[in-house]
């Protein structure tokens, strides 16, 4: 009996001691997390079948869908969403991927762009990282403002509509007192010229306000100090310059133009002729035949009542007609000297213009 109870008590001991050491080894192997590599263990057995699944996309579909993962979101509310949205098939699977490969305790709250194309594992690798969250947006010089808003409406990465652009940038809208006052721009006046046209990557999370505010604080870097200060020295306001501006960016075709008809538009306002320039009439007209550009007629020369058509009055507009770019304001302040009173389209159809001293000169450049 002795017997026996001694070995029960050395198989005992031995069975403990096999225990802590197997016990003892799991805590090495898994870095001090002996139950977390158990149960990833158990997960990657049950996914060892599905690769195939967590490698497959919804669908071919890139369309961006805009995906908002709110502070303390778990694992699997941010599966379920997925799923609500057909980005992913099985919110189970979400979740066990990601605690599979550490990806749990990475998922970041912000804004993302995902798309159906992606495969979950794509997926669950984008919410890792809400700081790549951008998306490009670009704005073409010579746009009015609602073209831009248009752009907007037409962009799925923005999570307002262009009516919420305009509200803040349109006439009367939520205009920076101090930019404002630093422009020269108008009491209730839009921000129609100082959009600065350029491509930008805007981040997931931008507002309306904050597009405003990165489009005029463009405005005001690519500007500079000194073009203001030249341009106060010919007696132009900043506001007076983009105002010319924006009619040169509409006429001219091609940019190394601009500061010579800038120059036509410089002499006129010297000896107070009309400006006569069509893109003043067209923007009086305002949209019409599916364009805020549409084609005129002679006939609308007189016939557009508005106070911008530079046909029936004289000086400049009352603000600008669209958004220029940097070589029309510089066209402006910088004009190419000549005693050249007319220009218009050249016979040879490439988008330059005859420039002539006197009316009857400018009829005879006509074709």
Known sequence: ??????????????????????????????????????????????????????????????????????SGDTPTVIAQRLVNLKLINDAELFVDYVRLN?????????????????????????????????????????WRIEEVANAIDNNPYFGFSGGDF?????????????????????????????????????????????????????????VGSQLPQDAALQNLSLFQVVTLASIVQREAVHADEQPMIAGVYRNRLVINMRLEADPTVQYGIGFANGSWWPPITRADY????????????????????????????????????SDFYFFRADCRSDGYHDFARTFDEHLANGC
């Open 302 to 337: 007189t016939n557009a009542i508005s106070p911008y058509n530079t046909y029936l009055n004289i000086g400049l507009p009352p603000g600008p007609i669209a958004n220029p770019g940097l070589s029309a304001i510089q066209a402006v302040v910088y004009p190419a000297p």
């Open 166 to 222: 305009l509200a803040v940038v349109g006439p009367g809208g939520q205009i920076d007192p101090a930019f404002a006052s630093g422009v020269g721009l108008p009491p209730g006046a839009s921000l129609e010229g100082f959009l600065f046209p350029d491509t930008y990557q805007l981040p997931a999370v931008v507002t309306p306000i904050m597009l405003r505010d990165i489009l005029t604080q463009t405005f005001l870097e690519r």
């Open 1 to 70: 009996m002795r017997t026996l109870i001694r070995l029960i008590v050395l198989l005992t001991a031995a069975l403990v001691m096999l225990a802590v050491a197997c016990v003892g080894t799991l805590f090495l192997i898994s870095g001090g997390r002996p139950v977390d590599y158990v149960q990833k263990a158990i997960i990657r057995l049950s996914l060892s079948s599905r690769t195939d699944d967590f490698n497959a996309a919804v669908s071919s579909d890139t369309t961006p869908i805009r995906f908002v993962v709110d």
């Open 102 to 142: 550490d990806l749990d305790r990475q998922l970041e709250a912000g804004t993302f762009f995902l798309s159906q194309s992606q495969t979950l594992a794509e997926i669950a690798v984008s919410l890792t990282d809400s700081r790549s969250s951008q998306f490009p947006f670009r704005i073409l010089e010579g």
